[in-house]
């Protein structure tokens, strides 16, 4: 899609999207256009009584005469309440409605440059298809738009923020095409020759073999892979932005089980194939690392991913098992399927011995129960420092990708005794999400600033939402990205 920026003025041909404030309110440029039009556009918004509600669309076929083919209005609602969140699910609107026109101009009026840019990223969001598995693609659904104009009074502001937004656009691509990609596709190794692409934007990119992890003693995400064909493997990359390289990263590690039957404690069939997007947190962090290079950012970052395939074989860990993790502490694997934490566990280890963090988050698809909790809303938040919590929250209010923190504590933590190991990788019946993350954080050190965000329940979506066609979402890639922007650039 070819992109540009411009005045207001009538467009000269294609379609036309209009965009209309509450009560049926034109800006100078659309009320010239619907005088050049003879009151159409005033006259189909009577008829159709569209009054400019937030995201309401309305189709009308230019008048004979018109240079133009279509002109679309969108509802925009009350515009001085128009937020970086609205503007971008206003483009996503946008694009649904002329997602089958090949050359648009926006008319946004009233709106600063910064908004235009945001809408752009809506649509570019919305544009997303995963399709090179279709050998036949209905040629009637098949989007045609290629070249959009914006209009706005400054065109040279939006001009200047569509870098930062095509960077979080390309990273989200990336992250939902590694969470669409089925698990015969991605696996430990063909994950890690994907995030090699990453060097072109100047990213370091290496990773640990199975020998190698075995010499760090990480038996807690070894057993984890041990029945698989698919060798485990350790993605480190890092993107040193600031001036000073030495500077402490920010460390951001993702859960990547490539495949998670369940292992010995093996799931059950029905819905069995979701467990592709089991590793969604590596996804977002690859997509992040993306996001962060191509709009350069000013910091040093290094993204950490645990890629393993959990699978049921002659050589799998038993529920019983003890495995010995790479911090010395040892586990009872009661259950197999708790498999995320044990991953993690080693990967958070090697985070703080390996890099000093400023600060440390992790992202994983961890606990059915925080579906339970949240459903697809929201993503919980556990940490063990009140400020990074909070700015966590703040950058996922900004971009709209909440957040909601759950509590910790010793009264939690208790549920992890194991009687003949220093625990169990399973809590009781009750409060799963919260006694997995008290398992995270007992590889954590007190001082090191760490949150756990479990996205189990906003990696994917059944049906389609403003912002995707349904399928992944990816979310964490706008909360990330901003969380940083805000807090560690200078
Ligand atoms: N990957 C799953 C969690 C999950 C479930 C993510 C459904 C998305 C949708 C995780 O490895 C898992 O199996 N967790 C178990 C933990 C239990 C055995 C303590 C769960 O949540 O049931
Ligand atoms: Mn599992
Ligand atoms: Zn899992």
Redesign the pocket.
């Known amino acids: 899609m070819n992109i540009t920026f411009s005045k207001l003025a009538i467009p000269a041909q294609g379609a036309a999207v209009v965009v209309v404030s509450e009560g049926g309110k034109l800006g100078p440029v659309a009320a010239k256009l619907d005088k050049q039009t003879r009151g159409t556009l005033s006259r189909a918004m009577k008829a159709a009584e569209f009054t400019g509600k937030r995201e309401k669309a309305l189709s009308v076929v230019a008048p004979a005469g018109s240079k133009l083919d279509r002109i679309v209005l969108i509802g925009v609602g009350n515009i001085k309440t128009l937020d970086a969140v609205a503007a971008e699910r206003l483009g996503a609107v946008t694009y649904d409605n002329v997602a089958r026109d090949a050359a648009v101009t926006v008319i946004f009026e009233n709106a600063s440059g910064n908004l235009a840019a945001d809408f752009v990223g809506g649509v570019l969001q919305k544009s997303y298809r995963f399709t090179k598995y279709l050998t036949k693609e209905d040629k009637d659904s098949k989007p045609k738009l290629k070249t959009l104009v914006v209009q706005t009074d400054n065109p040279a502001e939006a001009k200047k923020r569509l870098g930062t937004v095509q960077a979080v656009a390309d990273g989200i691509f990336l992250t939902r095409d590694l969470v669409t990609e089925p698990p015969n596709v991605i696996y430990p190794e063909s994950f890690v020759a994907r995030a090699k692409d990453l060097a072109k934007d100047g990213v370091k990119v290496e990773a640990l073999g199975e020998a190698a992890m075995k010499k760090l003693g990480m038996g807690a995400l070894l057993g984890v892979g041990q029945g698989s064909d698919k060798e485990s493997q350790l993605l480190v990359m890092r993107w040193d932005g600031a001036k000073n390289k030495s500077d402490a990263p920010v460390v951001i590690i993702g859960k990547g089980?490539t495949f998670?039957t369940?292992g010995i404690?093996l799931?059950p069939p029905a819905g069995m194939w979701?467990?592709k997007?089991?590793m969604g947190g590596a996804g977002v962090v690859v997509g992040l690392m993306r996001a962060l290079a191509r709009r350069k950012a000013p910091v040093n970052v290094v993204g950490l991913c645990g890629l393993v395939e959990?699978m049921p074989d002659g050589n799998a860990q038993r529920p019983g098992d003890v495995v010995t993790s790479a911090s010395g502490q040892t586990i009872e694997v009661l259950?197999t399927?708790?498999?995320?934490r044990l991953v993690l566990a080693d990967v958070l280890w090697y985070a703080q011995q390996k890099f000093k963090p400023r600060a440390m988050v992790d992202l994983a698809?961890?606990?059915?129960?925080i579906?339970a909790a949240l459903s697809e809303h929201y993503a919980g938040l556990f940490s063990n420092n009140d400020d990074l919590s909070a700015k966590l929250v703040a950058a996922g209010q900004a971009v709209g990708e909440r957040l909601w923190r759950l509590p910790m504590g010793d009264e939690y933590d208790r549920d992890l005794k194991s009687p003949i190991a220093d625990m169990k990788?399973?809590?009781g019946p009750r409060a799963?999400s919260i006694?997995?993350a008290q398992f995270l954080q007992r590889f954590v050190n007190k001082d090191v600033p760490w949150a756990h965000l479990d996205i189990?329940?906003v990696?994917w979506n059944e049906k389609p939402s403003t912002l995707a066609a349904g399928g992944s979402t990816g979310y964490g890639v706008r909360l990330l990205n901003r969380f940083i922007a805000d807090n560690y650039e200078k």
């Open positions: 089980v998670d369940g404690s799931k979701d467990m997007w089991d959990n259950n399927d708790a498999e995320g698809t961890l606990t059915g129960a579906i990788n399973i809590g799963g006694t997995a189990a329940g990696v």
